[in-house]
């Protein structure tokens, strides 16, 4: 049985930094692009962050510079460095694996396994 499990989330002051890792089981996906997406109350869930099977990596607008994804194929880990945080970051953040492979799709309908969330709050 596929899982992935979602870590590192918190309350953490805007100008922050944190980590979020999402470690997968019961597969490898290093065949797999890899997406992080987020959901903040009242808003549709959105993809910030995905990286291709070959280091191809897409950032939304709102996230550009400050966060950085990233894979650890032997680990089957995927990552998500966020920096200089803000009150608008604030939201559930989910990872997912897409049934494409080197490309980055924005479509939800293209992730086919998905973890439970981990909160992220900033504070102003």
């Known amino acids: 049985q596929v899982q992935l499990v979602e870590s590192g989330g918190g309350l953490v002051p805007a100008g922050t930094s944190l980590r979020l890792s999402c470690a997968a089981s019961g597969r490898t996906f290093s065949s797999n692009a890899m997406g992080w997406f987020r959901q903040a109350p009242g808003k549709e869930r959105e993809l910030v962050a995905g990286i291709g099977s070959g280091g191809r990596t897409y950032y939304a607008d709102s996230v550009k510079g400050r966060f950085t994804i990233s894979r650890d194929n032997a680990k089957n880990t995927v990552y998500l460095q966020m920096n200089s945080l803000k009150p608008e970051d604030t939201a559930v953040y989910y990872c997912?694996?897409?049934?494409?492979?080197?490309?980055?799709?924005?479509?939800?309908?293209?992730?086919?396994?998905w973890g439970q969330g981990t909160q992220v709050t900033v504070s102003s």
């Open positions: 997912a694996v897409s049934r494409l492979s080197a490309v980055v799709t924005t479509y939800v309908g293209l992730y086919d396994y």
